[in-house]
């Protein structure tokens, strides 16, 4: 089966397509076919040899990216008795999605629910998993409040916009003019250009700022903020900076990493299917043509998700 895998850390052009073999199947263990990987700026980091994600595997070369998948079941291990053949599942996993096929603890996915797209599924795990957490979990927003989300047409943002509306609050999302009649249709209450800093200048103060771009765009954005206001950093590499700036300024902060956790994501894949909650897929490349996705994902002005095809 056909992967993509980097044997050293560089540019988009170490992804190479490879053939892989098919390991065994363990006790508890699914075979899946891959029909989407949701490429996201972890992967094109750790590719390029940035962040925790490349200190985790920088041993371990060669290695495949892919945290975020969907696909359908094409073999069981035994003791597997949840799932059927041709069942689709989805979720997030410890890496090699950008493959054909990939073997998982069956344990790791769920069910794609009726109603819910491949696509949507796809890119939902992460960048939703990652927008929930941070909004509730880490971010505590309240209904009535006011929450600012940089990068909020992105992976991440776009979805916490509608979570974040979901939830009661007044949603202040910044983005290039482009974007502005796309974050309205999500349910932005104010779309603010951030190259605009008269516009910027006329922001009411926020609860809440989910910073997705973090570093000097971080720091700046934190006199945005009400006394006492609160600040969730989500790029790991600035994390510190920008949360050293918001002490500073008595605001509470705190970075975040994603975790796994499958009823979270049965809610949100829920909320797909019952139409609370969209996916936006903006590009969708095929399996072998893993740099351009990755050079698409780095140009850091991407609409929605970015997907690979099995
Ligand atoms: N800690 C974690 O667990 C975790 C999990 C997921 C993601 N992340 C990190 O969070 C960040 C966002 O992830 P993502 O998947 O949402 O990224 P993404 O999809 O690549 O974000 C793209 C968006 O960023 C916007 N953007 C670029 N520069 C901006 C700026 N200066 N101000 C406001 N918006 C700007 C673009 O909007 P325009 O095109 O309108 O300019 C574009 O829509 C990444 O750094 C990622 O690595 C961390």
Redesign the pocket.
Known sequence: MKQLVIQAFGDADQLKLTEAERPALAPGQVRIRMHYAGV???DA?TRAGLGWGAQAIKDKLPWSPGFEVMGSVLELGVEVNCYQVGDRLFGLVAGGGYGEELVVEAEELLLVPEGVSDEMAAGLS??GA?AWQGLTDHGALQAGERVLI?????????LAVQLAKGLGATVVA???P??HDFLRGLGADEVID?RDPAALDALAPVDLFFD???GT?GETLLSHLKPGGRVVT????T?PQVIAAAEARGLKAT????RIDNEHLDILAGMIADGRLKVEVSHVFPLAEGPAAHRQ?E????????LLRG
């Open positions: 996201n700026p972890i980091k992460l960048a990652t940089s990068a909020a047409a992105g992976g991440v943002g776009h910044l983005a290039s482009g974007n951030y997705l771009v973090g765009s989500v790029p790991t590499i994390a970075g975040m990493l994603r994902i140009s850091g002005h991407t609409r929605g998700k970015v």
